[in-house]
């Protein structure tokens, strides 16, 4: 449209406005009313023309706003789910070049690799990415990435081993939010996310097997919980005694606890022994133990 009206304001300069508009010629032969016409059904052909189904941009596109107008009319849930993502929330925005690249024959299959998310989401040694590659799943992908058809979508256990996408993208679910919960401190959100996630996990797995995966996933997260909140609430009931300063060691500690709670939350999701045992409940033991040595130091001294 915008193509068509600056059209029409260059013919409109080379004929020269007139007072009579409307019976005016130019030098092209036309009327300043049959141009008008003829403008408007050249733009209604041509936005028919792209507005067709069948057409397949050809040349690079740089701007996220162009898949969105086909993409828009093809799949408006597709849109829409992005929309209410993490990833359209986020400035700046993770949109669909950031996936799929700017090259439409490429942008799927390039999307599906875990090469897409990785760098994103901290690089390989980021406990999010390593609590996946340090799984069985992980172990596979690796050995086995370079045998896997790339063009089959994430469904129906196309891929021996999941990545990243197939289960956080699976049956191209754009809205990646659904598929984790926002507070590990409480299990308001676990029901609906283990629902949908142990759907994902039965193209391949049994039912059983996977719902006694997650309820034991539930019970080591709920005792790392009890470990975080005693050493809370030490540290709280210490308030009483000691000022923020003399707390300072205490309160590092427990920051430290929440990386370590994620990482039994981490090693669960994932399904990464190494993040639920070591990185996990061992390192939030160590951590209670260090409080309550802390506050009996404290305690010693203030006598
Ligand atoms: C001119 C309209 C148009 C634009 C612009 C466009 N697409 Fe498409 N796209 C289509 C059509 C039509 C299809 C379905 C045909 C096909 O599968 O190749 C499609 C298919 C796709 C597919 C699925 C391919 C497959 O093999 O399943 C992806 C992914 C995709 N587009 C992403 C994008 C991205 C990302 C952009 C922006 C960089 C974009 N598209 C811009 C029209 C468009
Ligand atoms: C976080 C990465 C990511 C972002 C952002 C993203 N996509 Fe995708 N997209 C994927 C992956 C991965 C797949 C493959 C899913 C599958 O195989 O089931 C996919 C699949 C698709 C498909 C094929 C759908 C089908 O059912 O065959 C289209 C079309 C598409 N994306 C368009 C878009 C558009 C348009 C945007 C921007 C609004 C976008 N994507 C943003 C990762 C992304
Ligand atoms: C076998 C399926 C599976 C694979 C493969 C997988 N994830 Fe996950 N991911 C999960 C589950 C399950 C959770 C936990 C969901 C919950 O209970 O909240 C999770 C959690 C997450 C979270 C939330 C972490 C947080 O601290 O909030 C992110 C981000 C994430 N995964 C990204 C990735 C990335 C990136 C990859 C690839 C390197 C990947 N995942 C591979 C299933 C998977
Ligand atoms: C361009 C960077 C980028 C790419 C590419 C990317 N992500 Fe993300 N992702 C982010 C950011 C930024 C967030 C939001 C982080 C936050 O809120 O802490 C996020 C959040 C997420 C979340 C958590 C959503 C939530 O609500 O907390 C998941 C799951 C996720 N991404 C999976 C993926 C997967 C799977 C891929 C690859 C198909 C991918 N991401 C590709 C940057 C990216
Ligand atoms: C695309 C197929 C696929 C999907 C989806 C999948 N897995 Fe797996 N999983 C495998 C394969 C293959 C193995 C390796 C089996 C073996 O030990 O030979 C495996 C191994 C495992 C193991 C390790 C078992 C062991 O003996 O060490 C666990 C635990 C597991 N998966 C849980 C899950 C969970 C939970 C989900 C969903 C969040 C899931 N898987 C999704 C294919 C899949």
Known sequence: ???????????????GATENIANANCRCGFTYVRQIFYIFIVSMFSSQVFADKNIVPTSI????????????????QLINDWRNSAHAKIIPVV?????????????????????????????????VVHSYSSSKHGTLMKLEKNSYDWNLPFV??????????????????????????????NDLETKYVTDSMSTVCQDCHSP???SRLFSNGEGMLEIARKKYREANNLIEQATTEFGAEKLATA???LMKMQQHLRNVYLGAG??????????????????LLRIKDNLGELRRLGK
Request: neutral net charge.
């Open 95 to 127: 949109d669909c070049i950031s996936c799929h690249g700017g090259i439409h024959e490429d942008a799927v299959v390039k999307s599906r690799h875990d090469q897409t998310c990785i760098p994103c989401h901290g690089g390989k040694e980021a406990s």
């Open 251 to 253: 309160n590092r500690q």
């Open 270 to 287: 994932h399904q990464s022994p190494d993040y639920q045992w070591w990185h996990g409940q061992p390192a939030l033991d160590g951590d």
């Open 1 to 15: 449209m915008l193509a068509c009206f600056c059209h029409f304001l260059f013919l409109m300069q080379r004929c």
């Open 61 to 76: 596109i740089s701007e996220n706003k162009v898949c969105i107008q086909c993409h828009e009319n093809e799949n408006k």
């Open 156 to 185: 129906l256990a196309n891929y021996r081993a999941p990545g990243c996408g197939y289960c956080h993208m699976h049956k191209s679910n754009h809205n990646v939010s659904t598929t984790v919960r926002h507070d590990l401190m």
């Open 208 to 210: 059983r097997y996977i």
